[in-house]
């Protein structure tokens, strides 16, 4: 058997529910590399140690006397630090939050319904707000693919994203709001899924734009993403924009034939803006979906040139509403990246943020129409890979770009649209660094891009990749 | 296009609910321009026929 630490989900709840390895082990080996490996990685905000060990003994017993055992029976599994958990204080990765949770956020009721053993909270951009993952309170966290540069893990979901590539956790939550999940998917080269909105509930999480965050899972493999939606989609009563649709079995769709699936792929204002290296990996994958049979077309979203004003006009409205009574009593403990970002949200005009969202109904129709000829669409994740710390701008073909907004160039529509977006690794730079591509789905049809998705996983080898030691 | 400084330290003042303190003022200042700009480039769209997506469900 592989080294505890790095079996994917799947396969620690199969071997915990054959009793092949005791929960008291996993949580043991995740605790070890943690306790060797996070003083200089800077995944985790708060380990939770003795309640995991706790409940690992518990999760044991159970196994031992034969007891009904849920889906993620004594898998450990981290949480952003966004999550509310029960007595926990939720910094949100500020400096000055300090009152405990009256309870679990709703992600974290159901993965304990489902048996998960919840590890520790874990890094991100200050309240979620900004792309890099930077964090002056906690510490960066680091990127694992470069032990020796400090590269950027991406954000705002960085904890999460290092702590699953580096095997700190199998699994971690995170929340997107313009590409927070998939952003440090791609930067860190796991699976990251932002599922439709209203599929995953976000009851209990700090929020940073009412009508933009998704919450959703961060995997090492997309298998390990379908199990942990199935956990955690459905209706929740306490966040009223959650769908009452059905939830499907993510896990048990994942084999189905992909034959036939008509493929999108987004050129304009997507790849042909990337580093030539990233097309290289993307048009690669495009070949190996060619190869199973998938028909590919070129497919353009008219709109998307407006999606940086709109995104800014609803992103600084909605973020400056929810911080200003914040902002009033902490204003000098915010980072004074986010703290500058928020308050140029109290000089927009209500009708600059009812346009943009009247454009995200124009890109919406876009979407829409792409799909009446297509099943899913495919884009890079980001136009290059992960940057050292300190570049403040980036080089995509000779020519200098700011960093914040190439990181949220391809992913911010989709939050925009609210269609479902799974990011997978699809190979690695000159240097070694991971790159992802997305694939976008039609609402509520996380079953189709996770069979594509899972599909091309299984055809490439990208996902056995492990970072260096750091 | 610019934002004065003392434009936007009045409006914070008399209009919005929080002062921007001097550290801030240069960057808030760049980063209300360039929204700005950005959001002048929604001017050339026609959404006399688009209803914006926030209607509340009444159940």
């Known amino acids: 058997m592989p080294e505890l630490h790095w079996l994917s989900v799947t396969e620690l709840a199969r071997a915990i529910a054959t009793r092949a390895v005791s929960p008291v082990e996993v949580v043991r080996a995740h605790l070890e590399r943690i306790e060797a490996l996070d003083g200089k990685l800077r995944a985790f905000i708060a380990l939770f140690a003795d309640q995991a060990l706790a409940a690992a003994k518990a999760a044991e017993a159970a196994a031992a006397n034969g007891e009904a055992l849920g889906p993620l029976h004594g898998v450990p599994i981290g949480l952003k630090d966004l999550y509310d958990v029960q007595g926990v204080v939720t910094t949100g990765g500020s400096s000055f939050l300090d009152r405990p949770a009256a309870g679990d956020s709703t992600v974290a009721r159901r993965l304990r319904e489902a048996g998960a053993i919840l590890l520790g909270k874990l890094n991100l951009h200050e ?14 966290s680091w990127n694992p693919w470069d032990a020796t540069t400090h590269r950027l893990p991406g954000g705002s979901s960085s904890g999460s994203g290092v702590a699953v590539a580096a095997g700190l956790c199998p699994a971690a939550m995170g929340s997107d709001t313009g590409g927070s999940i998939r952003i440090p998917a791609a930067l860190c080269g796991i699976v990251g899924l932002k599922p439709t909105y209203g599929r995953v509930s976000r009851a209990g999480v700090l929020p940073l734009a009412w009508s933009l965050d998704h919450a959703g899972p961060m995997t090492r493999t997309v298998a390990d993403a379908a199990l942990l939606l199935r956990v955690l989609a459905g209706y929740d009563p306490r966040d009223p924009t959650t769908s009452v649709l059905p939830v499907a079995d993510y896990p048990a769709a994942l084999e189905a034939p992909v034959k036939g699936l008509r493929v999108g792929l987004l050129r304009e204002g997507f790849l042909e803006t990337a580093d030539r290296e990233v097309q290289g990996l993307v048009a690669a994958a495009l070949k190996a979906l060619e190869g199973f049979g998938c028909a590919i077309q070129e497919v353009s979203l008219p709109h998307t040139k407006y999606v940086p004003a709109a995104s800014y006009a609803i992103i600084a409205a909605e973020a400056m509403a929810f911080h200003e009574p914040l902002l009033k009593r902490h204003a000098a403990e915010y980072a004074p990246d986010v703290r500058q970002r928020l308050l140029t949200g109290q000089f927009l005009l209500a009708t600059q943020y009812l346009k943009g969202q009247r454009v995200r109904r124009l890109l919406c129709r876009d979407v829409e129409e ?18 050292p710390i300190e570049a403040e701008r980036v080089t995509i073909n000779g020519e200098s770009h700011a960093r914040r907004q190439a990181f949220l160039r391809y992913t911010r529509p989709f939050n925009l649209t609210g269609h479902p977006v799974v990011s997978v690794p699809c190979g690695f730079t000159g240097e070694g660094l991971p790159v992802g591509m997305q694939i976008v789905g039609r609402p509520f049809d996380e079953v189709t891009i996770l069979r594509l998705a899972y599909a091309y996983e299984q055809a490439t080898e990208w996902h056995r990749r492990r970072p260096p030691a750091p | ?5 003392e434009t936007l330290t009045r409006v914070a003042r008399e209009l919005a609910a929080l002062p921007v303190a001097e550290e801030d003022l240069s960057s808030v200042q760049r980063q209300v321009e360039r929204g700005v700009e950005a ?9 006399a026929e688009v209803e914006p997506p926030v209607a509340y469900r009444v159940v």
Do not use: K, Q, S
Request: charged share 20%.
């Open chain 1, 127 to 140: 309240f979620a707000y900004g792309p890099e993952g930077i964090n002056r309170t906690y510490g960066t």
């Open chain 1, 370 to 387: 792409a799909f009446t000829r297509v099943d899913c669409l495919l884009a890079p994740t980001l136009p290059v890979a992960a940057p």
């Open chain 2, 1 to 5: 296009m610019t934002v004065e400084h």
């Open chain 2, 39 to 47: 959001l002048r480039a929604l001017d050339e769209l026609d959404l």
